[in-house]
């Protein structure tokens, strides 16, 4: 689960800035290092998922293999960094401050097309082949693609291993037809890396939750790039 790590799984949108409230007491690096638990980033880590998508099975890797522009990069050019507002590639925001049930923001894809974002649950227990995980964060991600069918992608965080689990859907006219997921079957993490300053999302905040960009692309899976939404099952 946009965030071009893994496999193409739906169309990546380009997502800012949501209205959250913020907490005084918590300095910006505080908030980077409380959010940064939840995707560890250190060149070396990786991640293997098993995946079944539309019929299809297999299996995602995904490894860092170095540190760029404040990015840590994996090995299909796909890069992801945490800063005091988020977990984020270069152009969107996968998880926001606050971590709480109920945060939200929203992002312009397109002229015609807008994304929303919003954090369903947390503190809960995700189980999946890698084991078993608390204190889970599970943020959805919909992407409209006419007037009656809506991508849906649900992206499950667990704290010190990263996401753990995607959940993949089309809402089509009120109907939820599950369309994939990918589950973590096994992860090797290295110690923490310190990360150097990574420019801005290139989505610009445009009022509250709402980015100015207009460029094209693809809802957010995180680890990897959701892919093409024409590829549904009905």
Not at 23 to 50: C, F, H, I, K, M
Not at 171 to 197: E, F, N, T, V, W
Request: include cysteine; hydrophobic fraction near 35%.
């Amino acid at each position: 689960m946009a965030a071009r790590w893994i496999a193409a799984l739906f169309s990546a949108a380009v997502l800012v800035t949501g209205c959250a409230t913020t907490r005084g007491a918590a300095t910006p690096e505080q908030r980077r290092r409380d959010l940064s638990v939840y995707l560890p980033l250190a060149v070396g880590n990786t991640w293997t998922y098993d995946r079944a998508f539309l019929g299809e099975k297999g299996e995602e890797r995904v490894e860092i293999v170095k540190q760029a522009d404040g990015y840590f990069v994996d090995g299909r050019g796909n890069a992801l960094t945490v800063d005091a507002y988020g977990i984020r590639d270069p152009r969107r925001y996968l998880l926001r401050y606050p971590v709480e049930a109920g945060n939200s923001w929203t992002t312009v894809v397109s002229p015609s097309s807008m994304e929303r974002y919003r954090i369903l649950d947390v503190g809960f227990t995700c189980e999946v082949p890698a084991g078993r995980f608390e204190d889970c964060v599970r943020v959805e991600a919909r992407n409209r693609i006419d007037r009656e069918k809506t991508m849906i992608n649900e992206i499950t965080f667990a704290p010190h291993v990263g996401m753990v689990r995607f959940d993949f859907f089309l809402d089509a006219s009120g109907r939820r037809i599950p369309q994939g997921q990918m589950l973590l079957k096994s992860y090797a993490l290295k110690p923490a890396a310190p990360s150097a300053p990574a420019a801005a999302p290139a989505g610009r905040a445009d009022g509250c939750g709402r980015s100015g960009s207009r460029s094209s692309g693809s809802a957010t899976s995180g680890w990897g790039r959701s892919g093409s939404s024409r590829s549904t099952r009905r």
